[in-house]
């Protein structure tokens, strides 16, 4: 009868542990370093995406209800400052006005800029967010449809 030698027990060394360990501490701190910044973009698109709806949304009634004579679309144009914010009631952290300037484009050689245009302006409401930056600004006249 042969006997075998009993084969010796194979384990990891504590190098070998403690290189395993850095490697996933390392892959978790890069996951908590991320994951905030990718929730703070994911809500940033979200609102601007609301917010070019309400722009829209703001728009296309100001076309319904303008006159024949096209006024209230020519008092929008000639504003050289927005109207006082006004929130959506579903959306209260939003505000919309109106202008005839923009407030994104200040080059006077940038097209997008050009004075004489009605404008809605979404902003955040002062009591949700001090910073009055707009979100989102949209251009439109009574031939945009």
Not at 20 to 39: H, Q, R, S
Not at 86 to 92: E, T, V, Y
Request: hydrophobic fraction near 40%; avoid cysteine.
């Amino acid at each position: 009868m042969i006997r075998r030698q009993p084969t010796p027990l194979r384990g990891f060394t504590l190098v070998e542990v403690l290189v395993a360990l850095a490697i996933m501490a390392a892959g978790v701190l890069v996951i908590a370093t991320v994951f905030p910044k990718t929730l703070e973009a994911s809500d940033a698109a979200q609102t601007l995406t609301i917010a070019a709806g309400l722009a829209q949304m703001k728009a296309e009634e100001i076309r319904r209800d303008n006159d024949q004579d096209g006024q209230m679309i020519d008092q929008i144009k000639v504003r050289t400052t927005p109207t006082d914010p006004i929130a959506f009631p579903r959306q209260p952290n939003l505000t919309y006005s109106f202008s005839g300037r923009s407030l994104i484009y200040t080059d006077p050689t940038d097209p997008r800029g050009a004075p004489g245009v009605p404008r809605v302006i979404i902003r955040y409401a002062a009591e949700f967010r001090k910073s009055q930056d707009v979100i989102y600004e949209l251009r439109f006249d009574q031939t945009n449809h």
